[in-house]
């Protein structure tokens, strides 16, 4: 763990006030969950809450999945970082915090499809090797949570990776809500 030198004070109510700096660079924002860790020695650890982090093995079988039936490399991320991703070497973008661009149209709850005149959307920042031909945002109960993406690799996308990576959003959104 490394020690920021900042120290805050708990209110009368037991709030605490994390410091801008830390919510810019980890990227929280107001209203954003997190999740509470109490160590023996104690410790209390925050730790942003991704509710598509808890797919684990399930993200790995239906990125695996939604990569063979499209034929493109495909990805599931959660609002700040790649989860699960198959088509494409793991090593390089597993766990990889997502590209400005992406997270844009993740908050917005935007959809994106490469047109024919473009080459796509870096999916992670300063890497210009991968770049999303389809995103669809994940949606569970008005929030979005994510995003399912299929990389650009042949220069074209059609109706028919659009529709996969939509419905795999909508049903990964359906599944978290269950």
């Known amino acids: 763990m490394k020690a920021t030198g900042i120290v805050r004070r708990i209110d009368d109510l037991g709030r605490v006030v994390i ?13 954003a969950p997190l999740e509470i860790f109490t160590k023996q020695d104690g410790e209390i650890i925050f730790k942003k809450y991704s509710p598509i982090g808890e797919l684990g ?19 599931i991320t959660d609002t700040d970082n ?24 993740i908050e917005g709850k935007t959809s994106f499809i490469v047109k024919t005149d473009e080459d796509g959307i870096p999916v992670i920042d ?19 949570i994510g995003s399912v993406i299929l990389l650009n690799e042949n220069g074209t996308m059609g109706e028919v990776e659009d529709k ?9 959104g359906k599944h978290m809500e269950s």
């Open 126 to 144: 300063g890497v210009d090797k991968y770049k999303a031909g389809v995103v669809h945002p994940i949606i569970s109960e008005g929030d979005t």
């Open 164 to 172: 996969l990576a939509q419905s795999a959003a909508g049903f990964l």
């Open 19 to 31: 410091p801008k700096e830390i919510r810019r660079v980890l990227r929280i924002k107001e209203g």
């Open 82 to 105: 790649v989860i699960a991703v198959s088509g494409a070497p793991k090593k390089e973008l597993a766990e990889k915090r997502i590209s400005t661009d992406i997270e844009r149209l």
């Open 57 to 75: 093995d399930f993200a790995y079988d239906y990125v695996d999945t939604l990569s063979k039936t499209s034929g493109a490399a495909a990805i």
